[in-house]
């Protein structure tokens, strides 16, 4: 039994290992967990799920933050999904038993919330718009991979995970130096970030608290990687 997480972003890759993986390739982190550092969106996400599977993952799981929708939802809180809403408005059902496996494992040291998890294909920076995804799809958090690596699990017939740490509340409006920073890929282009930051000084604020809100969820998701052995320990529990 094979574990392959997918990871968007290198923030989120330093939450499971010191590594170096290159975007679009896999390693061996533990001896029966693949991690593949993909880049951000669902085409990513696919390729790194594909990559995954081929290289003999058995169950995926997609690691982690993600934005709140509903307003309960605090910087740091870890969502466990319980199905998932494509960006056509189709709930995908997900592994129920491993899913109450981990909220088990987990409980009793997060805040855990579950509920629906939807797809975004790009970043939504404003709380005006997630407060609208909210009305429509009734989900508690989005985020841009997690559903194109359950499609790829479901393909195959594999146990599917998501496990994603809050950054941004649902009140929250994005910094816009993050939208002018962002690359076609969802990808932050740090040369595009400091310039708009010299250009617009008063956003600096607004990226001081997101990376606070940030190094929250970093930290929700370290203390979920120390369970990594048991928590991928799911080959006789049922599909």
Request: aromatic share 6%.
């Amino acid at each position: 039994m094979i574990t392959g997480i997918v990871v968007a972003l290198p923030e989120e890759l330093s939450t499971l290992t010191s590594k170096r993986i290159d975007k679009g390739h896999c390693v061996f982190i533990a001896d029966k967990v693949l991690v593949a550092y993909s880049g951000a969106g669902a085409k990513n996400a696919t390729t790194a799920a594909e990559l995954l599977i081929n290289k003999g993952a058995t169950q995926l799981i997609s690691w982690g933050c993600a934005a709140a929708l509903d307003m309960r939802l605090k910087p740091g809180d870890l969502t466990l999904a319980d199905n998932l809403i494509d960006v056509d408005d189709t709930e995908i059902a997900i592994n129920s038993s491993w899913r109450e496996y981990a909220n088990n494992l987990l409980a009793p040291y997060l805040k855990i919330h579950t509920g629906s998890l939807t797809e975004s294909t790009n970043i939504i920076s404003s709380s005006r718009e997630k407060l609208h995804l909210q009305l429509i799809t009734e989900a508690i958090a989005l985020d841009m991979e997690s559903v194109a690596i359950a499609k790829a699990a479901i393909k195959k017939n594999l146990p599917f995970l998501a496990i994603r740490a809050i950054v941004d509340p649902a009140d929250m409006d994005m910094p816009r130096a993050v939208s002018y920073a962002a690359n076609a890929e969802g990808d932050i282009v740090l040369s595009r970030l400091l310039l708009f930051i010299f250009l617009h000084p008063a956003e600096l604020l607004g990226l001081i608290r997101l990376g606070v809100y940030f190094n929250a969820a970093k930290s929700t998701l370290k203390q979920v990687a120390k369970t990594l052995d048991v928590l991928t320990d799911f080959s006789n529990m049922p599909k």
